[in-house]
């Protein structure tokens, strides 16, 4: 799945009193509006413990050379700010992580006399004073297959961080490089992960860290690079423990049909969940869904199939396609939320229908220009049962077409009346706003509802930045005063 479908959240098995079945209408409990005068943070993290907003970014409007931290308490006032970062050319903010209490910021430089690129880390507790100075990270050689780049993941209860990166070593074993934090932002472990698969033909879906920092790896080995076979296939979970720095690895396997798209959760007893589309067809085709469940010790518990039923089928495909055998197509799991954990053993899968289209045109000098459209449409919601039924689905119907995928896409919520689903759009007669529709827990969708009132055209919803915060608020991102704005608000909707 594309970087476009990416959305930073973590929500995990809860059900969450967000808002009523009635829809009703939303207060605003706090907002914090940075205006032109304002400098603009690159970061937004929200702090479990106390309640609080934390940003990083430019400390000025005039110059983008000093990088500090602002904290906002719980009603988005203003506590402190800090500088932390001084730009000389060189240095790059990669990432901004709350864990437990303490706010880390990791930045990457190259040093040219030595011919290395130095990956270091700050530490700051939640009053601001600084707990860990220029922590040394990694240093590798400044060459492009070895470059940091290093990704981050945080464990669902928030206090344990994994920073890791693929190696690139082609023809050699697939290997991860990987550092995990403690809730006291240090390093209490690093090392290499190495899966026996050749680099070149494996390729990583999605990485996750547990509460007790075991680390879990969904991947796909491919024999061949043009094969029609889904024996050609081959996907795996590796479970790596912590205590033991061993791994065990788990195959996913569904006989002579394609798995299309997989996402998965670790439940609080290292219980994996994992599910998502399966083809008769192809490797981009969506015929039915696939759930199982393995054990913390990769005892496979459950596998079942389902296809999906003709009724079903019949709302994007004719009656001919159906019989022909066609399947659905471009749609997605989001593998951070499209998998969600129901109390009684089954899930809830959110997938989102995406594609990218392309056109050429003359411009004004008479040369082709070329430019890529995209395109999030449908957000289907799938329940399966504890056996791996198809319970219901839901279909929220949406077009958002553009060349900038930013405000795109959707941002969800689980509540004790179902999900909750916000997104920027403009529905015919109606003004463009952020939307939200509720899919009840028997599968029933609400109206549309408007979220902002003041929201106009030129403003822009930020979907990947708005979080869930707990079981009645969520803060939600967006450019106001027709992009003159940076607004957070923190919304209670509902009773």
Known sequence: MSSEMMKVKSLVFVFLALFSTTAEAQTVLSRLDLVRKDPKPNFFEYS??????????????????????????????????????????????????????????????????????????????????????????????????????????????KRRLLAFKNLAN??????????????????????????????????????RVSNLGNIYVLGKFTRSAVSTNAQDFEH???????????????????????????????????????????????????????????????ELLLQALDAFEEGFLSNYLSSSQIDRGRELRNFFLDPEDGIILRSDGGVLLIAEKFYVTYQSYRDMYGGWVDRALYHYEDVIFTSVSADGRIEWHSIVDKNQMSESPESLSFFSAVGSQGSYIFYEYKPQRLPINVYFNNVGISGQVSDRVPLLPD?????????????????????????????????????????
């Open 48 to 157: 479990p413990v106390d309640g609080g907003l934390i940003t990083f970014g430019p400390t000025s409007i005039q110059s983008s050379r000093y990088l500090g931290l602002v904290k906002y308490n719980s009603d988005l006032r203003e506590e402190w700010s800090k500088e932390v970062v001084e730009q000389n050319g060189r240095k790059n903010v990669d990432f901004v992580s709350v864990i437990g209490p303490h706010i880390l910021v990791f930045t990457s430089e190259f040093f040219p006399s030595e011919g290395v690129i130095k990956t270091f880390y700050n530490s700051f507790d939640l009053n601001g004073n600084q707990v860990i100075e220029d922590g040394l990270l990694s240093v590798v050689p400044n060459q492009k297959e070895q470059k940091v780049d290093l990704q981050y993941v945080l464990s669902p209860n």
């Open 455 to 495: 929201f106009k055209y030129g403003d822009m919803f930020f979907p990947r930045q708005s979080v869930q915060i707990n079981g009645e608020e969520a803060l939600i991102v967006y450019l106001g005063n027709r992009g003159k704005n940076l607004s957070v608000v923190k919304v209670k909707i509902g009773n």
């Open 170 to 207: 082609r023809k050699e074993s697939e290997t991860l490089l990987y550092y995990l934090f403690d809730e006291e932002g240090e390093v209490v472990q690093d090392g290499e992960i190495d899966l026996r698969y050749p680099d070149n033909k494996f390729s990583i879906s999605n990485i």
């Open 236 to 298: 795996m979970i590796y479970r790596y423990d912590l205590a033991t720095r061993e791994g065990v690895e788990i195959k996913i396997d569904i006989g002579n049909r394609f798995i299309t798209d997989l996402a998965f959760r670790v439940d609080r007893n290292e219980d994996i969940y994992l599910a998502g589309f399966y083809s008769n067809l192809g490797t981009d085709m969506q015929a039915g869904t696939l759930l199982q469940k393995i054990s913390s010790s990769g």
